[in-house]
């Protein structure tokens, strides 16, 4: 039971998406029938109120794929501080088998019994699949490549970016972000059939990126050549392409290329394409100044 917005909510087992502990902060990720994610943190160092606190979904996923990382990261331990979870949450007769962390705290934090749960366990297998919804690899892939949407200003700074760095520079980013460790090659060249950038989980997905940088943009016929490689990367074998536009559309001229041709593919009512305009390109492609994105 917690109180979200002044009223007191039921929250249950099954509405529990999974939990995180780092330098005596919890927090834990829960989603609620009505569809609602709540991020509930205790601070046991500072001893400050615990909160339960409403997130978007788009920050929900991140919060899952940030989780899900670090446990791939701790992939051969038995235990991990990602693999934890509040006692109520773990069966009574599952919580025997397992170690838990006690923290018998003052006011306004209390008692804070956290269940460390090992690696084969009943509760964790639940949690895994409940994440899951959130963390297949297309939509993973599809939360990376959206970020953010950044001033439009910003985007003057891929006046002087060449096409192939960029390419590389996506390729270092996705390595680091994406879950599963898919394999990422670069096929840029004469005879890329439209696709610069190939994710392949093998055997469950295949996905592809076509990058336009700044350069591509002032080509003349870059709307039909777009178009073209578009049509040409359908022999891949892809389930989806993105259009990465990295180009600067604070010049009128590009501004309105650009936009026209998100309006043409747009007007195709394919999912088969998801253009990512300039203003998302620069979040993604320049991380470090993400936090001025706007989301």
């Not at 394999?183 to 997905?205: K, Y």
Request: aromatic share 8%; hydrophobic share 40%.
């Amino acid at each position: 039971m917690f109180r979200i917005n002044g009223e007191f909510t039921t929250v249950r087992p099954e509405t529990f998406y999974g939990g995180r502990h780092e330098g005596g902060v919890f927090e834990y990720l829960y989603r609620l029938p009505d569809g609602r994610w709540f991020l509930h943190t205790v601070n046991v160092a500072t001893l400050t109120e615990p909160t339960f606190t409403e997130i978007q979904e788009e920050k929900a996923i991140n919060w899952l794929i940030l989780s899900r990382r670090a446990e791939e990261g701790s992939f051969t331990e038995s235990r991990s501080p990602q693999r934890i979870a509040p006692d109520w949450v773990v069966p009574r007769e599952e919580s025997f088998q397992y170690g838990s962390m006690q923290y018998a705290c003052l006011p306004p934090v209390g008692q804070h019994i956290v269940i460390e749960l090992p690696r084969v366990s009943r509760t964790w297998d639940a949690i895994v699949q409940r994440q899951t919804q959130y963390l297949d690899p297309g939509r993973v892939l599809e939360h990376v490549l959206w970020a953010g949407a950044a001033d439009v200003a910003l985007t003057a700074g891929f006046r002087d970016d060449r096409h192939d760095p960029l390419v590389t520079r996506l390729q270092a980013i996705l390595e680091v972000r994406l879950l599963e460790r898919p394999r990422l090659a670069i096929l840029q060249s004469l005879q890329d059939r439209g696709c610069d950038l190939l994710i392949e989980w093998p055997l469950r997905a295949k996905y592809g990126v076509q990058l336009k940088s700044n350069g591509d943009v002032e080509e003349k016929g870059f709307a039909n050549k777009t178009l073209a490689q578009i049509q040409d990367s359908r022999q891949h074998g892809l389930e989806r392409l993105f259009v990465v536009l990295a180009a600067d559309i604070t010049d009128t001229s590009k501004a309105q290329k650009v936009r026209g041709i998100v309006s043409r593919i747009s007007s195709m009512n394919d999912p088969y394409i998801v253009t990512v305009p300039p203003e998302r390109a620069w979040t993604l492609l320049i991380p470090e100044r993400r936090e001025q994105g706007s989301g």
